[in-house]
């Protein structure tokens, strides 16, 4: 356990859908940030999502979070992911100074490599060699963040070196690398001396445990400080005063969430086959709704979810980003976020008698 240490919690929005009557579609997001900024947590993630109504909201984290940056003061607000090989590296550079400027210094970036051909639309010669793309990017972002000038190739096909603007408020860009689980992710992220953000999709707490030791042993063999990294683990979140009445709550959105999600089908579908059969399909995704319940996701009272969350310190996770936007009703989602409040500080006082 990170004895002594406080394990921070930060919001997380990934998946809300874009319904036409919705005019409002982005409350949740701009009440939670102030909810966040007030509260003490330690962040505020959105993501990149392209081309669905599954996360559709979000396709362009840089220009949600420059509305973030002007209504709270504290909140760290970061891109929970962007996908760099879709953009230009002094683009990304560019657009998150303007929103390090904004927000006073309190900008942080999660790379990710994304992984669906019909986003790559944008970038169509990136999809086959993201992975590479991505890590390359990432040394030439902090070169640019420091005020470095790189060359890159211009419109008469020429070398042209740039030095971006604005200037940053941070002298060093606060980096993750996204993985869904693969310790090659973790181990790059300590070849690199990034953060790693990731989520319990397709590891449990076990994998997770080996996946972060890969990521200190890495950082380490590289030069790197093996404590200063940030794991940061993305989790499914409702604490409610009542068991029964969370469970209520949160199982018809979420099933509807699993059910919407194409990175789940994929997983469900190793064949490729779409699976047709809906009483199987039913079964599947209540045996997976189970699994979050038991042991992936923070659905219940702050006395119940303490304990995987104090499972996760245990394990090496610096911060909990609580996913919040599965589909349960905005406002009561929002009046949920108290509960939320009472189970950081439970678990941080757990964290502080080990010490």
């Known amino acids: 356990m990170n004895k002594g240490h406080n394990v921070d919690f930060s919001l997380f929005f990934f998946s809300s859908s874009d319904d036409q009557s919705n005019t409002d579609k982005y409350k949740l997001v701009l009440e939670g940030a102030k909810f966040a900024d007030r509260n003490k947590f330690k962040a505020v993630w959105t993501p990149e999502r392209h081309f669905h109504p599954f996360g559709g909201i979000f396709p362009n984290s840089s220009v949600l979070s420059a509305a973030l940056a002007m209504i709270t003061q504290e909140v760290q607000i970061r891109a929970g ?26 900008v942080g970036v999660s790379f990710a490599t994304g992984w669906h051909a019909d986003d790559f639309l944008i970038k169509p010669d990136h999809f086959e060699d993201k992975s590479s793309h991505m890590l390359e990017q990432i040394k030439q ?13 211009n419109g008469e096909n020429k070398q042209a070196e740039v030095t971006t603007y604005p200037r940053p408020i941070q002298g060093t860009l606060p980096i993750w690398i996204t993985t869904s689980g693969r310790e090659e992710s973790f181990v790059n992220a300590g070849r690199l001396g990034t953060h790693v953000l990731t989520h319990l999709l397709y590891q449990d707490v076990d994998m997770l445990e080996r996946h972060i030791k890969a990521y200190r042993k890495s950082l380490e063999e590289n030069g790197f400080d093996a404590d200063a990294g940030c794991v940061t683990v993305m989790v499914h979140t409702f604490v409610g005063q009542n068991l029964e009445e969370v469970k209520q709550t949160v199982k018809e959105p979420f099933l509807n969430y699993l059910t919407t999600s194409i990175d789940l089908m994929q997983a469900l579908n190793m064949n490729g086959k779409k699976n047709n059969d809906p009483k199987m399909m039913e079964t599947m995704l209540n045996l997976i709704f189970e699994r979050y319940w038991s042991s992936a996701a923070l ?8 304990k995987f969350a104090e499972k996760l310190v245990s394990v090496g996770v610096n911060e909990i980003a609580c996913l919040i936007d599965f589909g349960v009703e905005t406002n009561a989602v929002l009046d949920s976020l108290n509960e939320l409040v009472i189970l950081k500080e439970k678990v941080n006082r757990h964290v502080t008698t080990m010490s």
């Open 81 to 106: 992911s962007v996908v760099s090989p879709l953009h230009h590296t002094a683009r990304i550079v560019e657009d998150w100074s303007l929103v390090d400027n904004l927000s006073g210094g309190r």
């Open 141 to 153: 972002a902090r070169e640019l963040w420091s005020g470095k000038s790189l060359s890159f190739l």
């Open 299 to 306: 659905f219940g009272t702050a006395e119940s979810c303490s």
